[in-house]
């Protein structure tokens, strides 16, 4: 079964930044897009960013100029770099990859930005 783990969260200002890792195992990485998501209290999961498998990008417009996706396809790994980080940002920050017929997600890593 696909595995992945997120890392990176924690507590930040607002105008910080964090990155987040995700790395995918029992996958082959490299073909698949990638997706991270997150997950404000009370609100429904919503796409930050993706990037697929031949690199390009999209971003949710909340976090365009912010925040950039990348990957390590030699380390199975999926980056979100998040800058001037506000009090909005906040929330658990999921990774997630999908199949034809299946979606997998990480547990979660959550960002608070506070002062």
């Known amino acids: 079964q696909v595995q992945l783990a997120e890392s990176g969260g924690g507590l930040v200002q607002p105008g910080g930044s964090l990155r987040l890792s995700c790395v995918a195992s029992?996958?082959?990485?490299?073909?698949?897009?990638m997706g991270w998501y997150r997950q404000a209290p009370g609100k429904q999961r919503e796409l930050v960013a993706g990037?697929?498998?031949?690199?390009?990008?999209n971003y949710a417009d909340s976090v365009k100029g912010r925040f950039t996706i990348s990957r390590d396809n030699a380390k199975n790994i999926v980056y979100l770099q998040m800058n001037s980080l506000k009090p909005e940002d906040m929330g658990v920050y999921y990774c997630?990859?999908?199949?034809?017929?299946?979606?997998?997600w990480g547990q979660g890593t959550q960002v608070n930005v506070s002062s």
């Open positions: 990037i697929t498998r031949g690199g390009s990008t």
């Open positions: 997630n990859v999908k199949g034809t017929i299946w979606s997998y």
């Open positions: 029992r996958i082959t990485f490299s073909m698949y897009d």
